[in-house]
């Protein structure tokens, strides 16, 4: 694991725009969601020692051949800090809006309120073999896992990106797996890359996106970022900042399924159950992009604080740790700022996305950046 | 409880407006919320059979004396259906968004997936008298309640009214309560009215409001209403239709508490499992508002569908019921109804809400129903 | 409130046994459950400023009257500390076992992870009257409830005494409410007092009995205190030890409801979520007496630490704490203590109970000590 | 798939005494759990057209080399039914008892109420492995998996078996699961063997076990299986029939830690809430064995109804079922059913497995027959 992995991505014209094409994030467009201060890179990376790697898998083009192509998928990792997770667990928890969905973890996080490993984002059929690559690098990282009664408890998230991949084809390999690991930087890209290659939001390509928000007291200062893997709704739903996308209904299909995964971190110093309060409030954010939590998507909210990290090894008799007062209007803000990013990483995700030519030539377009800018402006 | 009540309001300046200005629900001035077709009333009452009751209580002015007054409060009852609602019970659900709230019943709900009283609102501190009053209402029509092992489980809201009225000296009697199950109607008021005489919402009046949404199919159709008892949120983060009411940040108290209670009717056959899937959308709606569930904000779901009715007496070894199919569009559209009716009953219940003038000569002003409707005209 | 109360319980034939005949708790006897050591009373007021009050109600003969009589219920009040528990809250949590049952509170004990009211425990009717008297003391105590936008959360719980008392009359008065919060103490009675003075347990007479565990290690000890108000189960279920009390099946009635409240106090230091974890391993202890969670019992537990208080008024931007360490047999043993205490409690409710004849001469006897004996030596 | 899988297991001499060496499960001892009839088979067989299949890997002896052996695990598989799973869903729910447990797929049949694959058991670090093979294998039977919209949730439990196996060796591959799958019966053994093949519980030897209860009225009749896979707990604790196994304590690790996957079968009819309410019941069956429900056991609860099939393809707007009426005996006796099945089918995973030798020659030794039916003739 410790030689630099030398993946090459086999690009083809699909991807070629993505290096011509110039993608904006809201900020860069001028506009933001709420009344918080984003953090500097807004994503969820300001969260100090919080980095993202990502494996975009791309080959073949047009019919589907089930097994075999064309393949328009990824991996996309959060490390939720830069040091060993499984001896070093950092707070967490989740919160469930429509599971119709097939992330694994949950029960082990609900439970101890802790996440052990990596998190990890993919294709929905493609969870056992990145769940199966992730278990092995956490057990060669930590040779004691599995001796006396110890395991690891690993979460992968999931959005099904059959529109545009072969996904019965379960392309993603080990070595995918570790190139997203390998890769995970806090300078990361957002848009069709990742888990997020074959992914589709509210008509349009989505995938990665990515924004944070700054808390603010007198005396201290915390961070929360969000990161989503968007694909989910309909164009006829799209709205941003308030504002509908299309004013004349289009025809779509009647089912408007698909996803999405939430991941928010926070050095907010915060326990499990204080976590949970701020995951409720993500639905929130969604929902003012033009979600309504279609019956068939997916909608899972995890989150962690990388303040008050557990010692795996320690054998004291009791922790001490500190947490925000809820009282306050620090943790207000903290709710606030959960709704604000996760509706602003949504658009990220449409905004930094490419458009992206998939299985039997199934096409799903970048949003007009031009168009946006227009909306945004009247 | 045969006779005719005959309770006169103790009607004060506060309330004279009430009869002079015209105030109009959203759809009367040419709006409504998303694209599904709104029922006859616009209201919970659209449900066949549903029927909603008040008993507003307005008494004394000027200074608070804690236990004296100014009295600004009330209840409001919901009837699932017009007969015997302990021995015809509701299949119902409920969705805690944020519990910091007082709303007693729930525990059995999620159990048995049934309610089997009336649905009561009021103020935090009155719901023991209120509970007391509504035992001894069934008990009443029911004698043999209590009797082996039965009991009878009571489902009763709050907000807290202390902004206007005197919330210590817990006003409502029991006349009160049975005023408002004794003028249960389909036509009734929304505002400063029953439960919501006292409550503000996003920096106005607010109170009780209601809106429904028809979901149709080429062969039937149903009706999903909603009430709700708003008293949540700040003037600053108020939003109608996607458009923030005031430009300018206002200086506004740092605890933005209060709370909100969504009751949710439909005549769509649903089981408990499915109405909760329903009522964990309410919150998007909620969202779409201005609300970002703060701290101390009790924010509760309650949802019953007036299909399949269990009937208490019933020896059946078996129950037979029919329910919708959740891979449908009309399962979808009832998860868009739930969002579509909410945001607009919270709307309602500001555009209804008449200024009340209560303790220390606090003053909560109606909203301007010029100012809304130069702000949608843009 | 601060005047000695002086109720005079109006004492019958039904209560001279009382005094007359010894009744004896398990360990008593010369057994105990499990394998850990008790605390010195073998009761939640082990549990350092602990204490349980009660308030007795007995009243008539004969046959029922309802609304007149005869009356056998009561009042338990169990006070976290001995302090002002609004503005020193305690850490709770709580699990429904089975929620075919009345208790109020639990959404925000959920929500907060607190109590902040002293716990009370009553029939199942008598719940609003009580809650209604605990509103009243505790504001009283804390004027500024209700002000801005606060409130009280009270949690009361409730079995259903109406086997042997008029359940419909709903006896209980503000009065002893305020006499078991007056009465309250370490060396509080068990059986047939307080809200168990007519409740029924496994055929035979049930009510209050407590119990409690000490978790010990090198250089530190905690105390895990159960209280239980048992009405619950059948004859022929009654098992004492791993014994069954009876080995010839007995008819008896085809509906065997009830319910248990379980209430758990502890001075180890603990989250809400690790109170949780404990509150699912009481059905563990009341499963070995032989319940089997009936349909119609409303089976919950509410546990609170009694470390680690929370000061109502801390306007701190964050709260420091200690917590066990879960990976510790500590923790392991506070698992263990919750079942073994929970077992004995219920044990110890039957066999400090005596025999009542409540309404209708319905008459419920008190098991007896001598076959406990003679069943245990085999 | 079609064609006969001929995988021949390496027996070594670990296994021998099982040909030779005679179990008995309880019944076959004269002897069972509580009141219930038992079915015919006392398995979860009982329950019409669920089956279940078994592959036992056995391989190498002495020292543990991580990931080369020696290797003491397996797979066992529940089928639902016979027919085809995806395309005709069962009823169900699940409990999780206590979450420090990996499994997997609950996230989707909590919030459905439906099981859509085979269900799966493995140790803990084989999932991703089985949970790959378990979608090929319904991907292939179902062509439609993953176009459009459309994807499958599996369900794969486990217990830890490092105390005998190489867990890091992760050693069932595609072919094992095949086994188990092709090799489904009504007629499975029990013991050591399948994913009980290296598990041990309450310090013996443990495993796979079943159990079955016969629920009757005057007019119908149901049955309700249960089957484990038992891993967990102390010979200190172990209680059979209310009698504990060894009366002086034995030295154990400190770390009593371990699993439980309980799967319920049943045909009696039972929505989601329903079925929810009777695994919340299995933790008190499990409790008289010995079980404290220690941290770091993983107990989940799996529950299925075969009645009420859920037809994949239908395009029906609405679904008519019949569930049993909650307030029959029947309800009543399927709750006691659950208790009495999961701790006899914990017995019986003890009383079935053979002693068997793994890694570093750790060894567990079979429960004796002659010391249990000498302690049970007492």
């Known amino acids: 694991m410790k030689q630099k992995l030398n993946v090459k991505l086999k690009l083809t014209k699909v991807m070629e725009e993505k290096v011509t094409i110039k993608r904006s994030k809201l900020h860069e467009l001028g506009f933001q969601v709420g009344i918080l201060e984003r953090g500097e890179k807004n994503s969820i990376a300001d969260v100090p020692d919080v980095t993202v790697g990502h494996s975009t898998i791309i080959a073949g083009e047009g019919e589907l051949k089930p097994g075999f192509g064309p393949v328009r998928t990824g991996v996309t990792i959060i490390k939720p800090h830069s040091g060993n997770v499984y001896r070093r667990k950092v707070r967490a928890s989740s919160y469930v809006f429509n599971g119709y969905g097939k992330t694994i973890g949950l029960?082990?996080?609900?439970?101890?309120?802790?996440?052990?490993?990596?998190?990890?984002?993919?294709?929905?059929?493609?969870?056992?073999?990145?769940?199966?690559?992730?278990?092995?690098?956490?057990?060669?990282?930590?040779?004691?896992?599995?001796?006396?009664?110890?395991?690891?408890?690993?979460?992968?998230?999931?959005?099904?990106?059959?529109?545009?991949?072969?996904?019965?084809?379960?392309?993603?390999?080990?070595?995918?797996?570790?190139?997203?690991i390998e890769s995970a930087t806090s300078d990361f890209e957002e848009g069709s890359i990742g888990a997020g290659t074959g992914m589709s939001a509210l008509g349009f390509k989505g995938g990665i996106g990515?924004?944070?928000?700054?808390?603010?007291?007198?005396?201290?200062?915390?961070?929360?970022?969000?990161?989503?893997?968007?694909?989910?709704?309909?164009?006829?739903?799209?709205?941003?900042?308030?504002?509908?996308?299309?004013?004349?209904?289009?025809?779509?299909?009647?089912?408007?399924d698909g996803s999405i995964i939430i991941v928010i971190a926070t050095n907010a110093p915060l326990n499990a159950r204080q976590l949970n309060r701020l995951a409720k409030r993500a639905p929130m954010g969604l929902a003012k992009t033009g979600s309504y939590g279609s019956h068939g998507s997916g909608d899972v909210v995890i989150i962690f604080s990388t303040e008050n990290k557990i010692d795996h090894d320690s054998t004291d008799q009791t922790i001490s740790m500190e947490t925000v007062n809820e009282n306050t209007k620090i943790f207000r803000d903290l709710l606030r700022a959960v709704i604000e990013s996760t509706e602003e990483a949504i658009l990220n995700s449409l905004l930094m996305a490419t458009t992206v030519i998939g299985r039997d030539n199934n096409k799903k377009e970048a949003i007009s950046i031009e168009k946006v800018k227009e909306i945004l402006s009247k």
């Open 107 to 180: 029960v082990q996080v609900e439970e101890l309120g802790n996440i052990e490993s990596y998190i990890c984002l993919t294709n929905t059929l493609n969870i056992p073999k990145v769940a199966e690559t992730l278990i092995q690098y956490h057990v060669d990282e930590n040779q004691d896992i599995g001796v006396d009664t110890s395991t690891i408890n690993i979460v992968v998230g999931e959005c099904h990106d059959g529109f545009l991949n072969d996904i019965q084809g379960r392309h993603v390999q080990k070595i995918h797996v570790l190139e997203a």
């Open 210 to 256: 990515s924004s944070s928000r700054i808390i603010k007291t007198e005396d201290r200062e915390y961070v929360l970022g969000t990161l989503v893997l968007s694909n989910f709704g309909r164009k006829n739903d799209l709205t941003i900042l308030g504002r509908k996308f299309i004013t004349q209904t289009e025809e779509e299909p009647k089912k408007d």
